[in-house]
């Protein structure tokens, strides 16, 4: 397999460094921490697994998604924080159990493996039938059964989740007619209820994830994309993790540039992939992101600026710059065959809006509609 590149900013060898300094972190379990000696949790472990999959790294891949079933509860679902192979934080999260079906389907695309596939199912069956358990009548899925809201980062994550769900259900001939029915609910609440979500707006991820996620699309996506540019967007560094701090982090700026190559805007994606390399380590680590300022001393906090911070080199953040380059690389490089797995041009077609319980007016006129936007 030919590892991804894009022209000009990240060559091969240079992907399949970052592939291997995230291999470099595994632990013997299988399981990629955050960090070294930091906890694990399951979406970002099989973000990870994607990206030394693609990266070159497909043994410590493997070695990855075998150990995530280890970690279900008997009812599907995953804890939410796991340290040296024992769950810190017990409680099942949405979006953490979900992901694994993105991540089978990815192999999918890249290996063609359908033993692989079969091996996995039971675990992204049982892991999506909780998931969609948890959905509330305006069609949000719970963060835990436990909290009683909605995150539209999660959320969002979810609907592409379905999609890879149904797509695997289609491939191994196991309609799953349910979760069709909870997708089509969820991205009808991610397009026209985002007012009902806990409100985490000064988060970037809030911003673009609805339309790195599939459910915004066409016009709507660049709408949204262009409403809050301005407020994340740092020219030359990156984006922002949240509006209110001067902190640009390579993961969410990645996964800005994944959002914008959805739209075929390739240029802004290709400049900000190229501003974030300075978080880039000559072996091939990610640092987590970059405090700027004016003066190296901020004089009302008193903190440092013009640092890398926190002091730490992140799984999570090559493994996102690994992606970016994969998508991209189909335009202005190499891209494999997973390189599609986020503009979702091999998952299950867009969820049609049946039986919404939401209670909005335009709920009725919509039902048996697909997604309104093209």
């Known amino acids: 397999m030919s590892l991804p590149y894009v022209e000009g900013i990240l060559t091969a060898e240079q992907v399949a460094d970052s592939a291997a300094a995230i291999a470099a972190m595994q632990e013997p379990c299988g399981a990629v921490p955050w960090t070294t000696g930091e906890h694990v949790d399951i979406w970002n ?14 043994e410590a891949a493997e070695r990855a998604y075998a150990w995530v079933p280890t970690m279900q ?39 063609r493996d359908i033993e692989f596939v079969r091996r996995y199912w039971p675990t992204v069956r049982s892991a999506l039938d909780w998931v969609v358990a948890q959905q509330v009548s305006w069609g949000g899925i719970n963060y835990t059964p436990t909290e009683d809201y909605c995150l539209l980062t999660g959320n969002s994550s979810i609907y592409q989740s379905l999609r890879a769900g149904v797509a695997l259900a289609d491939l191994l001939d196991d309609p799953q007619p349910e979760w069709e029915l909870a997708g089509g609910r969820l991205g009808h609440a991610v397009r026209e209820h985002r007012d009902l979500f806990a409100d985490k707006s000064i988060h970037s991820m809030d911003w673009y994830y609805p339309v790195l996620g599939g459910a915004v699309r066409g016009r709507d996506a660049f709408e949204l994309l ?27 700026t990645c996964e800005l540039v994944m959002a914008l190559d959805i ?16 978080l880039r380590e000559d072996d091939g680590r ?17 903190e440092p600026r013009n640092v890398n911070w926190p002091d730490e080199h ?61």
């Open 286 to 302: 990610y640092w987590t992101g970059w405090v700027y300022g004016d003066a190296d001393i901020d004089p009302e906090s008193g």
């Open 314 to 374: 992140t799984t999570y953040t090559a493994a996102a710059v690994i992606l970016a380059v994969d998508a991209l690389g189909e335009v202005a490089g190499h891209g494999t065959a997973g390189s599609g797995i986020m503009r979702g041009t091999s998952l299950a077609p867009h969820f049609a809006e049946l039986a919404l319980e939401c209670g909005c007016p335009s709920a009725d006129s919509l039902s048996g509609v697909p997604g309104r936007t093209p």
């Open 263 to 278: 739209l075929g805007d390739h240029r802004r994606a290709l400049t900000l992939l190229k501003d974030m390399q300075h």
């Open 73 to 111: 509860h008997a009812d599907g679902s995953f804890p939410m924080k796991i340290v040296n192979g024992v769950a810190d934080d017990d409680r099942g999260d949405v979006n953490m159990t979900a992901y694994l079906a993105v991540g089978i389907w990815h192999h999918w695309l890249v290996r």
């Open 45 to 58: 472990h099989v973000e990870a697994a994607m990206a030394m999959l693609v990266g070159g790294q497909v």
């Open 226 to 252: 262009d409403s809050r540019w301005d407020d994340f967007v740092r020219p030359g560094l990156g984006i922002l993790c949240v509006s209110t701090n001067p902190w640009v982090t390579g993961a969410e």
